[in-house]
């Protein structure tokens, strides 16, 4: 599934973003483009931040 849908970046993506060390929309942004365009992802991308940093 996209998150980004103008930069084409996908929730596995973004996870492995995560899994490497990405913590925060910056790092997403930085790393994949995510919010660098509508910038109507940034909610979606920091909810599923905060979904992969949750204990299990
Ligand atoms: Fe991410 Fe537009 S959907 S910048």
Redesign the pocket.
């Known amino acids: 599934m996209y998150v980004?849908?103008?930069?084409a970046v996908t929730t596995c993506q973004v996870a492995q973003a995560h899994a490497e060390g990405a913590d925060s929309l910056r790092h997403l942004r930085e790393q994949l483009g995510?919010?660098?365009?509508?910038?109507?992802?940034c909610g979606e991308a920091r909810a599923l931040l905060r979904e992969l940093s949750a204990p299990p």
């Open positions: 980004c849908i103008c930069n995510v919010g660098t365009c509508c910038g109507k992802c």
